[in-house]
Nanobody, 122 residues
Framework: QVQLVQSGGGSVQAGGSLRLSCTTSERSFTSACVGWFRQGPGKEREFVAAITRTAGTYYSDSAKGRFTISRDNANLVVYLQMSGLEPEDTAIYYC????????????????WGQGTQVTVSS
């Protein structure tokens, strides 16, 4: 069982930045595809970004150009740096780990973090 622990998040004004972290103690994390998803009020969980074990990165259209996903395998951490935040980015953000090489389908993620709230005010 892989436990993912998230940190970061909080409240920020539009145009601001936040960084989310997702960490674990499991070395197998370095071979996982790690993704960030979010779920806004009354909405389904949606894909935000993912990073493969070889550090290939993928983004949703809404995240492209504003968010950056990265990983530090030495410290077993994946980050989501978010800039140019907009009120529409308000949601609970989740990191997940998948055994698939890459996927943007939340159903293909095996382990999840606890979620962290991001609130962007106008």
């Amino acid at each position: 069982q892989v436990q993912l622990v998230q940190s970061g998040g909080g409240s920020v004004q539009a145009g601001g930045s936040l960084r989310l972290s997702c960490t674990t103690s499991e070395r197998s994390f370095t071979s996982a595809c790690v993704g960030w998803f979010r779920q806004g009020p009354g909405k389904e969980r949606e894909f935000v970004a993912a990073i493969t074990r070889t550090a290939g990165t993928y983004y949703s259209d809404s995240a492209k150009g504003r968010f950056t996903i990265s990983r530090d395998n030495a410290n077993l951490v994946v980050y989501l740096q978010m800039s140019g935040l907009e009120p529409e980015d308000t949601a609970i953000y989740y990191c997940g780990a998948s055994r698939h090489p890459y996927t943007d389908d939340s159903r293909q993620y095996d382990y999840w973090g606890q979620g962290t709230q991001v609130t962007v005010s106008s």
